[in-house]
Every structure is written in C-alpha cells, then in structure tokens.
C-alpha cells in the first residue's frame, strides 16, 4: 500500500470515528428531546407557583354541609376550594394594605372582581383582615367547576384613623374553576 493510500484510509478512519460520535451524540440528543415530551406535565406545576395552604380553622374552616344532589366535591378538591376562597381574602388585604390591585386577578372574576376592586380605595391605605369563615357548600356542579357556599358571619375589620371598625358579615359565593384556578365569580354579603 502506498503512502498516499495509507493517508487517504486514515483519514477515513478519523472521519468514521467522528462520523460515529457526532451520530452518538445526535441520537441521543433527538432521544432525550422526544423523552422530553413525552412526560406530561410536571406536577407541581399544577398550582403554578402557588402553594397549598390550607387555612387555620380560626381563619376559614368547613361546616357540615347538608346533602347535595349527585356529586360531593372530594376531600383533595374542598382543600383546594378553601385555600383559593382564603387565598381571595388574603389578596383584597394585600390591595387595601399596598393599593395594588393586581393580585385580585388571580382570585376574583366577574362581578366579584369589580367588587374587590372598587371596595380597595387607591387613596387611603388601610388595614383591612378577616377572620373566622364559615363555609357551607350549597350547590356543585356535576364536572366540578362551579361551586355555590355560604359564609356564615365572619368578621371584617378595617383600622381607620387608628380605629378599629369590625362587622359580621355572611356572604352567598359563587366561585368557578377558570384555567386551574378556583376564583370568586359572585359574591353578595349581608351585614
């Protein structure tokens, strides 16, 4: 063989050999890429950044409710009702605390919202809580995405002034599951 045809075959080697890697390396690539999709989705990405927090039983707790026609919410979906109701409350004192309104998106929808947000004055910053919900579930749809409750007298206090003003309040509430979101649609409270 001559030196020329010894060159020409080692340079076929050294490209085969890095044709073999490059191959490796792009199968694998493309692999992982569709195992990627493949997955579904990740589970912690269902309460997007959200988390869980089931309230005290001082701030928010079920009542027993009396029997409902067809399907009864599971104990996993009125934990995830519960947290979004507090969750609603929590983001109108943030509103009343800082003026900023954006947050109530996340939880009150509809007429609820023009509620929340013409309730928070932008003017006066003040310090607004609520305590001991009461929720009674009246009324769930048979897919699971809309919900009617009662809250029985709860308390509302707003600091005004250095004064603290604390009403009891119940509220018939109508709340939907909007993109994996459980927000306040409507709301009518009675003092």
Do not use: C
Request: aromatic share 12%; charged share 20%; glycine share 6%.
């Amino acid at each position: 063989m001559s030196r020329k045809a010894r060159i020409k075959f080692g340079i076929f080697l050294v490209g085969l050999a890095m044709m073999l890697v490059a191959g490796a390396v792009g199968f694998a690539s493309l692999s992982s890429f569709i195992a990627y999709f493949q997955q579904g989705a990740d589970p912690a990405s269902i309460f997007r950044g959200h988390t869980l927090i089931i309230p005290q039983t001082d701030q928010a707790r079920w009542l027993p409710s009396r029997e409902l026609d067809g399907i009864e919410p599971k104990q996993s979906e009125r934990e995830a009702i519960i947290t979004a109701y507090w969750q609603a409350w929590l983001s109108l004192e943030r509103a009343y605390l800082t003026g900023n309104i954006d947050d109530l998106k996340t939880y009150w929808a509809g007429s609820a919202y023009d509620f929340a947000v013409s309730s928070v004055s932008l003017d006066t910053l003040k310090d607004f809580a609520t305590m001991d919900h009461k929720l009674e579930l009246t009324f769930y749809s048979d897919d699971g995405s809309v919900i009617a409750l009662q809250d029985s007298l709860f308390s509302i206090t707003q600091t005004i002034h250095q004064t603290d003003i604390t009403a009891r309040v119940s509220a018939t509430v109508v709340m939907t599951l909007d993109q994996g979101f459980w927000r306040i649609r409507q709301i009518t409270m009675s003092f």
